[in-house]
């Protein structure tokens, strides 16, 4: 699994809307191919980017040819490294994301198929001002990060950059003996960053390539992740985001984009943390209570306070089987149309209806228990939403969305309870789909060509809620 990135981080959305952030948020990306993640354009209009990559056609080629916001938005088709001058690479047609540069301890043999490309030093792109100063950082380099923090001594101590995000591995290679991980780590720590987060990529055996048929009722099977974690997104903050006595010492608009960067971590606990910490100051530019309410939501629509979440008794999740209706949809459909992802805005009439399905829920129920699965894929960035009708009802009951990465299949997975009167005895439910704004097409069930594995069921599972 990644790193959980909330759908709708409300903070970072409600400060950018609202003007509360009066600074853009900087990004530095490295491996940029197929563009910017969509959890960082949550900050709208205040994003400021300078993207990476060394490759042209399968990199920054097709992210220059669409770029619609030069003046903030700057892809660059340039390596970084611990050197400025040339390097050999390796590209690999077939799996360009895999594609390398030969290691600097000259542990890999290369020949006529490299190609000789140009690296950079982020401290002389920083002495030069072609990038300035920088929040955050993410980095995926296919190994070669720690090459990079070595040529970005300057870029470290005076761009004011407090996250980094890099991918990493544990194992122990010819081209890191002691693990990239460690190698990474100690080059970092100098720099006052310690781990905070992990998510992980595993890569299953050949005998379960496609992943672990898990039972869902009925003789159905949906495929689930199994294998090594071998690949890890480590997240890395300074330890200001702890330290009081620096916050106290550092612009509210500094203060702003951490709580904002910990929320799209998901990581609400260090944004209040913060918020609360520095109440007086932040007070002068926010109404701290409702900022609080802001970092307990991460749905639009969504009305639960800070002071409801001390006062209120909550439903945890229970996951075992309890005789669930499940419904399939199995064929390959798409749908240009639009659902709003606020329930209250969103009408039964938005969005293209995939499946009708009844449950009949024990005596005395008062709330369902729904985990919807979808396969999506569009070939632009938007958000994939769907919607839950009660029939019946002008509006929806519940809808959830998730981001759509550019010609990438997106597993839609939400579970939520749905609010049942406890006088009925079979409540039919329409699911509708659509996209969240009018921009490409939405496809579900979609084999992408080249690539390998099944296709994730789609489904819709219903159970009583205890």
Known sequence: MAHRHPDYPYFTREVCR??????????????????????????????????????????????????EHPDRLHYLNVGLAEEDGTRAFKFYPD??????????????????????????????????????????????????????????????????????????????????????????????????????????????RPPLAQGFPKEIGNGEYVLEPIGRAA?????????????????????????????????????????????????????????????????????????????EYHSRTFRRFDRAAREPTTAYYAAEGETTSVIPADRNVATTADGAAILRVSHRPRPGCSHLHFHVVLSCFSTKRNRAVMAVNLVGKTNPVAVVDAPLQPSEVTILDREFLVPIDQDMSAPVFEIRVGLARHRGTLFLNRKVPNTSGAVPLSYVRIRDEP
């Open 95 to 204: 799996n360009p994301a895999s594609s390398h540069f030969a290691a600097s301890n000259r542990t890999d043999p290369t020949d006529d198929s490299w190609r000789i490309v140009p690296i950079r030093r982020l401290d002389t792109l920083f002495g030069e001002g072609t990038i300035g100063a920088i929040d955050f950082m993410k980095m995926d380099a296919e190994t070669y990060e720690v090459e990079i923090v070595k040529g970005a001594r300057q870029f470290f101590l005076n761009s004011g950059i407090f996250g980094v995000e890099s991918e990493t591995s544990f194992l122990r290679t010819r081209r890191n003996p002691r693990s990239h991980f460690v190698e990474l780590y100690e080059q970092l720590a100098p720099y006052d960053f310690t781990p905070y987060d992990a998510g992980l990529h595993r890569v299953p």
């Open 231 to 307: 690949v890890f997104d480590i997240l890395f903050l300074q330890s200001i985001f702890e330290n009081s006595g620096q916050q106290a010492e550092i612009d509210i608009d500094r203060l702003v984009k951490m709580i904002a960067v910990a929320e799209i971590y998901g990581l609400q606990d260090i944004s209040l943390d913060i918020l609360f910490g520095n109440r007086k100051r932040l007070g002068d530019r926010l109404d701290v209570d409702e900022a609080a309410d802001w970092l307990v939501r991460e749905s639009v629509g969504t009305r639960l306070t800070y002071r």
């Open 18 to 67: 609202r003007n509360l952030l009066q600074q853009p948020f900087r990004l530095i990306d490295v491996g940029v191919r197929g563009g910017i993640a969509e959890h960082w354009w949550n900050f709208g209009d205040h994003l400021e980017a300078w993207g990476f990559d060394v490759l042209y056609d399968e990199g920054v080629g097709p992210l220059i040819a669409s770029n």
